[in-house]
C-alpha cells in the first residue's frame, strides 16, 4: 500500500499551531489533490441573550454561575471570558457533571440548564433542573423539573423571579386566612355574628386569597422585555 502524505507547506502549518494554541476556535484542514488549500474555523457562538440572562440572575442574587462542557478547554475559557462566568469546567463527561453537581450540592441549592444526553443525569439529581424544550432531547426533558419551551434564556431570570412571586403571594394568604379566621372566630364568640352573619363572613373572605393571587399575573419589567 502506498503511503498517504500531504503537501503541507511549513509556514501554512505553524501559523494553524499557533492559532490552535491561542484561540478556541477548531480548525479543519482543507487539502485538493493532496495539496494543502487552506483552512477552516469553527468556533461556538453564545446565544445572544445569553451575557444579559447571566447578569439579571447575578442581579437577583445567584451566588455562582458555572458552565460545565463537554468542550476543550480553549474553547471554555474563551466562552467563559465572553460571558463573564465565575468559572468552568471543560471536557467533562456525564459521570464527571454528576459528581460535581453531587458535590456543589452539599453547599446550597443548585439549578442546572442542560439540553443535551450527557446532561441528563446531573439534571435528575439536581436540585431544580431545567432543560431546553426545543433543542433539548426528550431524555433531558424527562429528567428536568422545568421546561423552557422557547429556548429563550431571558426567561431564567424570569422564571426565578416568577418563583419568589409564588413564594410571597402564598405566604400572604396563608397570613389572610389565618387573620380573617381568627376575626371571624372572634365575632362568632363573643355573639356579634350570628350563623347567618358569620357564613357570610366566611364566603367573602375566601375572595381575600384570591384577590392577593392575581399578583402572579403582573409581569415584572424584566420579564416584559
Given at each position: 500500500?502506498?503511503?498517504?502524505?500531504?503537501?503541507?507547506?511549513?509556514?501554512?502549518?505553524?501559523?494553524?499551531?499557533?492559532?490552535?494554541?491561542?484561540?478556541?476556535?477548531?480548525?479543519?484542514?482543507?487539502?485538493?489533490?493532496?495539496?494543502?488549500?487552506?483552512?477552516?474555523?469553527?468556533?461556538?457562538?453564545?446565544?445572544?441573550?445569553?451575557?444579559?440572562?447571566?447578569?439579571?440572575?447575578?442581579?437577583?442574587?445567584?451566588?455562582?454561575?458555572?458552565?460545565?462542557?463537554?468542550?476543550?478547554?480553549?474553547?471554555?475559557?474563551?466562552?467563559?471570558?465572553?460571558?463573564?462566568?465565575?468559572?468552568?469546567?471543560?471536557?467533562?463527561?456525564?459521570?464527571?457533571?454528576?459528581?460535581?453537581?453531587?458535590?456543589?450540592?452539599?453547599?446550597?441549592?443548585?439549578?442546572?440548564?442542560?439540553?443535551?444526553?450527557?446532561?441528563?443525569?446531573?439534571?435528575?439529581?439536581?436540585?431544580?433542573?431545567?432543560?431546553?424544550?426545543?433543542?433539548?432531547?426528550?431524555?433531558t426533558v424527562e429528567a428536568a423539573d422545568v421546561?423552557?419551551?422557547?429556548?429563550?434564556?431571558?426567561?431564567?431570570?424570569?422564571?426565578?423571579?416568577?418563583?419568589?412571586?409564588?413564594?410571597?403571594v402564598i405566604r400572604g394568604d396563608v397570613a389572610?386566612?389565618?387573620?380573617?379566621?381568627?376575626?371571624?372566630?372572634?365575632?362568632?364568640?363573643?355573639?356579634?355574628?350570628?350563623?347567618?352573619?358569620?357564613?357570610?363572613?366566611?364566603?367573602?373572605?375566601?375572595?381575600?386569597?384570591?384577590?392577593?393571587?392575581?399578583?402572579?399575573?403582573r409581569r415584572t419589567k424584566s420579564a416584559r422585555?
Amino acid at each position: 500500500m502506498d503511503e498517504f502524505r500531504l503537501d503541507l507547506p511549513t509556514d501554512s502549518a505553524a501559523h494553524i499551531l499557533d492559532k490552535t494554541s491561542a484561540d478556541s476556535h477548531s480548525h479543519l484542514l482543507a487539502f485538493f489533490d493532496r495539496k494543502f488549500a487552506g483552512s477552516v474555523f469553527i468556533a461556538d457562538i453564545p446565544r445572544p441573550e445569553a451575557a444579559d440572562s447571566i447578569k439579571r440572575l447575578k442581579a437577583l442574587g445567584v451566588e455562582r454561575i458555572t458552565m460545565l462542557t463537554g468542550d476543550n478547554e480553549q474553547t471554555a475559557a474563551a466562552i467563559a471570558r465572553t460571558l463573564g462566568l465565575d468559572g468552568h469546567l471543560s471536557e467533562m463527561t456525564p459521570e464527571a457533571k454528576l459528581r460535581h453537581i453531587e458535590e456543589r450540592g452539599k453547599d446550597g441549592v443548585v439549578a442546572m440548564v442542560g439540553d443535551g444526553i450527557n446532561d441528563a443525569p446531573a439534571l435528575a439529581r439536581v436540585d431544580v433542573g431545567i432543560a431546553m424544550g426545543g433543542t433539548g432531547t426528550a431524555v433531558t426533558v424527562e429528567a428536568a423539573d422545568v421546561v423552557i419551551l422557547t429556548d429563550d434564556l431571558r426567561r431564567l431570570p424570569e422564571m426565578v423571579e416568577l418563583g419568589r412571586r409564588t413564594e410571597s403571594v402564598i405566604r400572604g394568604d396563608v397570613a389572610i386566612w389565618i387573620v380573617s379566621n381568627l376575626f371571624g372566630f372572634a365575632l362568632v364568640l363573643t355573639g356579634i355574628a350570628g350563623p347567618a352573619l358569620a357564613a357570610l363572613y366566611n364566603f367573602i373572605t375566601d375572595f381575600f386569597p384570591l384577590i392577593n393571587s392575581t399578583r402572579l399575573f403582573r409581569r415584572t419589567k424584566s420579564a416584559r422585555d
